[in-house]
């Protein structure tokens, strides 16, 4: 069974930095595009920021210059260093991979359980 974890969320000033890591973990054969996206009360699940097995980055407008996403392929893992945060900011950050688990012909698209990052002074 795959499983996307997520962690490194928190609380930070505006201004801050944190960075999020998101481990996919199970059988698997490859994996496609990560990403990461954000929700935020009574708003709908936008994208932050994804990446392909090249390592080419795609960003939302809103976070270009201060978010960056990468992706380590050998330990199954995405990251998102997010710099400059901003009060709106703030919402639940879910990662997102395209996974090709073994035995399966196809890929399938999977889900984190989410991580809470708050920026507030």
């Known amino acids: 069974q795959v499983q996307l974890v997520e962690s490194g969320g928190g609380l930070v000033q505006p201004g801050g930095s944190l960075r999020l890591s998101c481990v996919v973990s199970?059988?698997?054969?490859?994996?496609?595009?990560m990403g990461w996206y954000r929700q935020s009360p009574g708003n709908q699940r936008e994208l932050v920021a994804t990446i392909n097995t090249g390592g080419w980055p795609n960003y939302a407008d809103s976070v270009k210059g201060r978010f960056t996403i990468s992706r380590d392929n050998a330990k199954n893992t995405v990251y998102l260093q997010m710099n400059s945060l901003k009060p709106e900011d703030t919402a639940v950050y879910y990662c997102n991979a395209d996974v090709r688990a073994a035995f399966e012909y196809t890929y399938a698209n999977y889900w984190g359980q989410g991580t809470q990052v708050t920026v507030s002074s």
């Open positions: 199970g059988r698997i054969r490859s994996i496609n595009v």
